[in-house]
């Protein structure tokens, strides 16, 4: 009998170490919950997609926010709209199978020529991309108002100027092209094997030709400098403005 009191003592100290991890476990739930309805709130109040660091800045202190994004997205996961991440942006949206039920009438979308569709692939792909490197990587010269279309678009922006002769304009993706192609980072787009996979690539690379990794950091690089906000916008008005020029046949300039 005094055997086993001695054993009944022994095992208390465990029962109280597990009793202190399950109220720990329980009140680390309870904050993780909390900050998820927080994030929730955050979400659906905004009038445009949220950048991770203000979500983060709204959160109770201590707060994961990564681990907090994850779970709202896991509890969403099975509803009518679904938690969705473009770069470091969060946002709502309607489930892609319920699309048919908000859509009240046939909205005829202008398609984007093979040119645009070339110069916007080589952006996200080469960015940051100077019009001249873009032009090499075709072969042709690119008209202006392929570049106005893609702007217009909303899909590619002015990143900076590249520190050579002339100081060209550099150009990258913005986050509404990730939006728009479902994408939750650059770095989703399709490598060579997936494109081949995919019945889009069936022919052979030149030797030593490759599909690059994309990014599109917001950093600029060692090659580039900043554009000044007021360069920067009349730019793009330069852009709006100027009349879109006749594309030529291959050889000369762009089809």
């Known amino acids: 009998m005094g055997k086993e009191k001695i054993l009944a003592q022994a ?23 909390e900050a998820a ?12 997609p949220l950048d991770e660091a203000e979500i983060a800045r709204r959160l109770p202190d201590g707060a994961d926010t990564q681990a907090v994004l994850q779970r709202l997205r896991e509890d969403y996961a099975q509803r009518g709209v679904h938690l969705t991440r473009a770069g470091r942006k969060w946002f709502f949206r309607t489930a892609a199978d319920l699309g048919w039920v908000l859509a009240r009438e046939q909205v005829e979308q202008k ?14 792909y080469h960015q940051p991309v ?13 008209s ?17 100027r590249r520190r050579a002769p002339g100081r060209p304009i550099t150009y990258g993706t913005t986050d509404a092209f990730l939006m728009h192609f479902g994408l939750e980072q650059i770095g989703d787009l399709p490598g060579l094997e997936e494109l081949k996979g995919a019945g889009l690539f069936e022919g052979r690379l030149p030797k030593g030709f490759g599909v690059p990794q994309p990014s599109d950091d917001a950093t600029l690089k060692d090659d580039e400098e900043p554009l000044e906000a007021e360069e920067a916008n009349a730019l793009e008005l330069e852009f709006l403005d100027e009349p879109e020029q006749a594309e030529e046949p291959e050889g000369g300039e762009e089809e």
């Open 111 to 124: 398609k984007l020529s093979r040119a645009a569709l070339e110069t916007l692939a080589i952006v996200a």
């Open 11 to 33: 095992a208390r100290p465990i029962d109280l170490f597990e009793e202190r991890d399950e109220a720990a476990s329980a009140r680390e739930e309870a904050a993780l919950r």
């Open 144 to 160: 202006k108002g392929t570049l106005d279309v893609l702007l217009e678009t909303g899909w590619i922006r002015l990143r900076g």
């Open 37 to 48: 309805r927080i994030a929730e709130a955050l979400l659906f109040a905004a009038s445009e």
């Open 130 to 142: 100077t019009r001249a490197e873009i032009e090499d990587i075709r072969g042709v010269a690119i």
